[in-house]
């Protein structure tokens, strides 16, 4: 066994490095979206139903609009991070902006600017 110690990596070093993922949409790896993820051959997935598909929308729905209490209860620092993020996943200067990921960037700036509204709005 080694005696070498796992590198101690700060929080903004691991946000890094979960952000670089997001090159290429969804966190692609650093060669593309690969063809297999361990042993599971994309191809062989059937497509989704009309009714997985409507569960998936629902769940998203859910899902953001839990997102946004969130950030809305967060502090000032949590959404400029968030605002961060976004500009970061924007296209860099040269590079083909890929659809997806400039959709994904505006969207996350409208979860913060919507949690925003909800932070100003005081309870009946």
Not at 12 to 21: D, F, G, I, T
Not at 85 to 108: D, K, N
């Amino acid at each position: 066994m080694s005696d070498e110690r796992p590198e101690i990596r700060t929080g903004v070093q691991q946000q890094l490095e979960a952000l670089s993922r997001w090159e290429n949409e969804g966190g692609a790896g650093p060669d593309g979206i690969p063809g297999e993820v361990q042993g599971l051959d994309l191809c062989e997935i059937p497509p989704l139903t009309n009714a997985e598909l409507v569960q998936l929308r629902v769940r998203i729905i859910a899902l953001e609009n839990l997102m946004i209490m969130l950030l809305a209860e967060g502090s000032d620092k949590q959404l400029e991070l968030g605002r961060e993020m976004a500009a970061y996943i924007s296209p860099r200067p040269g590079v083909t902006p890929p659809p997806l990921t400039i959709q994904a960037a505006a969207h996350m700036n409208n979860l913060v600017e919507r949690a925003t509204h909800y932070r100003s709005v005081t309870p009946p």
